[in-house]
């Protein structure tokens, strides 16, 4: 059985941060631990179900929430898809961007022909179900008309 996008992220992060692996496998796959020239952080390019995918350890440097918990001790690493944080894994946890949909090559190609208004309106889809609360209220007084009336 093919692991899910969620298992791949933590078996990423458990052989390049716990286990300190030079070389991270998944499937038959073979993907090596680098390490950044400027902090010496490691770092993980995967490829996911034809999605180029980028998992940096987590920067200590920073002030987010994120490295305030690596500060602390638990093994943080982010993951960068098409440029954009996709999700974190802390601990062997995984934490989404819900904003960021995880979808094939031929929706993403279908979503990109629907154009701006369609997805604009299907962003404040999203956000409504990220933050129900000041988001959904925000634009409670949006009515979507048919375009024949």
Excluded: C
Aim: proline fraction near 4%; charged fraction near 30%; avoid cysteine.
């Amino acid at each position: 059985m093919k692991p899910s996008r969620e298992e791949s992220l933590i078996e990423v992060w458990r052989q390049a941060l716990v286990e300190n692996a030079k070389v991270v496998m998944l499937g038959t796959e073979r993907y090596p631990v680098r390490l950044t020239p400027k902090r010496g952080l490691r770092q993980v390019d995967f490829v996911f179900e034809g999605s180029e995918t980028r998992g940096p350890e987590q920067n200590l440097e920073t002030k987010s929430r994120w490295a305030q918990m690596a500060r602390s001790g638990k093994k943080v690493m982010q993951f960068l898809s098409e440029g954009r944080y996709v999700a974190n894994v802390v601990d062997g946890k995984v934490t989404r961007y819900y904003a960021i949909k995880w979808i094939s090559a031929a929706q993403k190609f279908r979503w990109r022909k629907r154009g701006p208004v369609a997805r604009q309106l299907e962003n404040v889809h999203l956000m409504r179900r990220r933050k129900a609360g000041e988001f959904a209220k925000q634009y409670s007084d949006v009515t979507l008309k048919p375009n024949w009336q």
